[in-house]
């Protein structure tokens, strides 16, 4: 899940799955969706991490003895990215979409400003359906409003913890972007990903594709690449 949005907004990645056996869980992060607290502050990402690990905690709970396959995308990706370092022993697999991984500068530059600026997404940077824009934009519970300033200060420390906690040793590994993200270019995302990235992994970038790829013009190739990756995953 995406800074400012919320969990119902992949659902189009899970649809996929739907009557082949998995079950999915996902969470609302702090401040966002249906979630409690002050609306899109963030104060420590470990904080958010540790929500991630409730979630699996219960998902294990309810169905004991499931792998467990995590799916990041955008600020997503960087908390899972995160959780992986610090519980990928425990995880079958993980997929970083579009992840804000290594440095965000678009975003994090703004903690230079005395005062942050509103400046809208255009949503035409999200995916080459314009649905997928507008509904975006019709969404009341997506925030359309300015970055917060404790949320960036918080995501510029998790970035460098994330560049200083290691590699993920053989815990299978996918990444996929779209060739044409503006919101997260993927350039920076690949110096993330390497420093991350262990001996089992793969990447897939789709050409002209934008940031919400679950979502874009050839999901049915991206949801087939990501089923793909985690099937061979669980069957190894």
């Known amino acids: ?13 899970r649809m996929c799955w739907w009557g082949t056996g998995p079950v ?37 709970g309810e169905y004991p003895g499931m792998p467990v396959v995590l799916v990041g995308h955008s600020m997503g990706g960087m908390i899972a990215a995160r959780y992986a370092q610090e519980y990928g022993g425990g995880l079958a697999a993980l997929v970083l979409s579009g992840p804000v991984i290594g440095s965000w500068v678009e975003a994090t530059s703004l903690l230079e400003l005395d005062e942050i600026p509103y400046t809208p997404i255009d949503v035409t940077t999200l995916s080459r359906d314009p649905e997928i824009g507008r509904a975006y934009e019709e969404d009341p519970l997506v925030w359309h409003g300015p970055f917060r300033r404790p949320l960036l200060e918080a995501l510029a420390r ?25 919101l997260v270019p993927l350039p920076a995302s690949r110096v993330g990903v390497e420093r991350i990235r ?11 594709a934008r940031h919400e790829i679950f979502n874009e013009t050839n999901k049915d190739k991206v949801l087939g690449d990501v089923t793909g990756f985690i099937d061979r995953a669980l069957e190894a």
Request: hydrophobic share 35%.
């Open 1 to 13: 899940m995406g800074t400012g949005s919320m969990s119902g907004g992949t659902s189009m990645w």
């Open 158 to 182: 998790c970035l460098e913890t994330i560049n200083a906690g290691g590699d993920l040793g053989g815990l299978p590994m996918l990444w996929v972007h779209g060739g044409d993200d503006q």
């Open 198 to 208: 262990g001996t089992n992994f793969a990447e897939r970038v789709y050409p002209g």
């Open 24 to 60: 999915v869980y996902g969470a609302d992060h702090q401040g966002h969706g249906k979630s409690a607290g002050e609306r899109v502050v963030i104060r420590d990402y470990e904080d958010v991490v540790a929500d991630v690990r409730r979630v699996e905690e219960r998902a294990r």
